[in-house]
């Protein structure tokens, strides 16, 4: 027996169900992605050209049978990590900025059940190669603003959506075809997790005595969101001199001294690559770069920021389509 004058103000017994708190309100939708069952073969061409090989999963070209145009499917084992990728590329593959998914299949190979992904074809190739094809030169500020407010835009749209990327880099960003009429786009959803409380169940059972829970376990785990504003700061930091802020003195890919750089911020903007960059920028590095993630700039104040929306070409007008 619980005296109802001990524990919450609504002096309730806190040990009854009806009183726990509203169903954590998901403010994205659960999305039904539709998954067909037949031969992804049926309705599309499979070649045998690999467009690229991401960490878990080959990527390779296809042709819709019926429209004979070209796409990228992508092969993933079955597995509930391939699902949870998927799921949240798809919730947020409706935006201009994140690679858009058509078709996905569940199909089985030799026993083995795969997903099937059916996506836009990247004929731009990445982000990574463009900034390599500068050589050791670099972005103007404008070029570098221009690809910062895209990554900024699906960046954005995840946050909003409760969703961390979790691998944002150079490699993860396609241009859609060559040339400068190129869209920019965010892909690999492989680290992807949702940020919301929704993801913890246990709060919803009625035994469960809040009482003793930390607050991090109440969720929302909020440095997710924060370590995509990082990887932001160090891509906009290649995009302006083309090199990285944190790196191994030989190239290696991470050293104990690159380790402890990073955990201590410690980069500078040198000579003479960094000489003509203006302190605006130089302010939004900084404050992308904080250790600190709850000091780090949420994507909303990198979106404010004048110098992103200084150099943005055409306003916002609002479209009423
Ligand atoms: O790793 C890199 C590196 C250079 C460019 C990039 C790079 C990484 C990702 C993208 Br997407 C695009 C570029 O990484 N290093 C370390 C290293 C040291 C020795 C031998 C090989 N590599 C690097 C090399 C030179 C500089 N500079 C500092 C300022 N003065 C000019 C030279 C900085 C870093």
Redesign the pocket.
Known sequence: NVETTRGGAENSNPLSNQNLPPKAHSSTLQSTMPVHSHPVTQDYKISRQVLGVGINGKVVECHNRKTGTKFALKVLRDVPKARREVELHYMASEHRHIVKIFDVYENTYNGVKCLLVVMECMEGGE??SR??ERA?SAFTEREGAEIMYDICCAVQYLHRMNIAHRDI??ENLLYSTKGSSGVLKLTDFGFAKRTDATAIRPLETPCYTPYYAAPEVLGPEKYDKSCDMWSIGVVMY?LL????PF?????LPMSPGMKTRIRSGQYVF?SP?WDRVSEAAKDVIRGLLKTDPSERLTIDQVMAHKWITHYMKVPETPLFT
């Not at 790196?247 to 190239?251: E, R």
């Open positions: 982000l990574f900034i390599q050791q880099k150079p290649i001199c083309g090199f990285p790196y191994s003195a030989h190239g040198p690559e």
